[in-house]
């Protein structure tokens, strides 16, 4: 059975730093596309930044310069590296993994205050 087990989210203050991580079990991901959507309070669910096996990574343009997506598939996780975090940042951020369909994990909340 797969899972994908988030942690590392929190209560931080604008500016402020948090590292999420992703670990996936159940199966090996390192050929396959991981990454991080997020949904902010009444908003949908929103890609925030994805990584190929090839390392290739991609952003919304909300966080590009902010937020460094990397993955470690030695031991099969995903991380977020979340810098100058702004009050809209604040969401329930989820951990994905996509083959021939889309694992979700349950979720992580970030708040950032004002």
């Known amino acids: 059975q797969v899972q994908l087990v988030e942690s590392g989210g929190g209560l931080v203050q604008a500016g402020g730093s948090l590292r999420l991580s992703c670990a996936a079990s159940g199966r090996d991901f390192r050929d396959n596309v991981m990454g991080w959507y997020r949904q902010g309070p009444g908003k949908q669910r929103d890609m925030v930044a994805t990584?190929?096996?090839?390392?290739?990574?991609n952003y919304a343009d909300s966080v590009k310069g902010r937020f460094t997506i990397s993955r470690d598939n030695t031991k099969n996780m995903v991380y977020l590296q979340m810098n100058s975090l702004k009050p809209e940042d604040t969401a329930t951020y989820y951990c994905?993994?996509?083959?021939?369909?889309?694992?979700w994990g349950q979720g992580t909340q970030v708040t950032v205050s004002s």
């Open positions: 994905i993994a996509e083959t021939h369909r889309r694992y």
């Open positions: 990584i190929t096996s090839g390392t290739n990574t």
